[in-house]
């Protein structure tokens, strides 16, 4: 059975920072490219990060500075690591393994949610 799990949300400080996780399980990350996918209260959900199989990295404007994805091969996980983080960074977070650059997505994570709030 094929999942992918994210772990590392919470409820952190404007400024402040978190590390979300995705654990593959049932496949193979290094294989797929991988996305953050966020959607914030009210709105449709957005790609933020993706980290290709060649582990060529692109970001979504906003978060571009402040955000890094990355692939631990060994533990078959990929990392989301969230520096200065804003309200407007508010929401749930998914992994997602499919294609940098495309909307299609081959598996989802069930979420994590990340609040930024004083």
């Known amino acids: 059975q094929v999942q992918l799990v994210e772990s590392g949300g919470g409820l952190v400080q404007p400024g402040g920072s978190l590390r979300l996780s995705c654990l593959g399980s049932?496949?193979?990350?290094?294989?797929?490219?991988m996305r953050w996918v966020r959607q914030a209260p009210g709105k449709e959900r957005e790609g933020i990060a993706c980290?290709?199989?060649?582990?060529?990295?692109e970001y979504l404007e906003s978060v571009k500075g402040r955000f890094t994805i990355s692939r631990d091969k060994a533990k078959n996980t990929v990392h989301l690591q969230m520096h200065s983080l804003k309200p407007e960074d508010t929401g749930t977070y998914y992994c997602?393994?499919?294609?940098?650059?495309?909307?299609?997505?081959?598996?989802w994570g069930q979420g994590t949610q990340v609040t930024v709030s004083s």
């Open positions: 980290i290709n199989v060649r582990n060529r990295t």
């Open positions: 997602a393994a499919g294609y940098c650059g495309s909307d299609y997505v081959n598996y």
């Open positions: 049932g496949l193979t990350l290094d294989y797929y490219d």
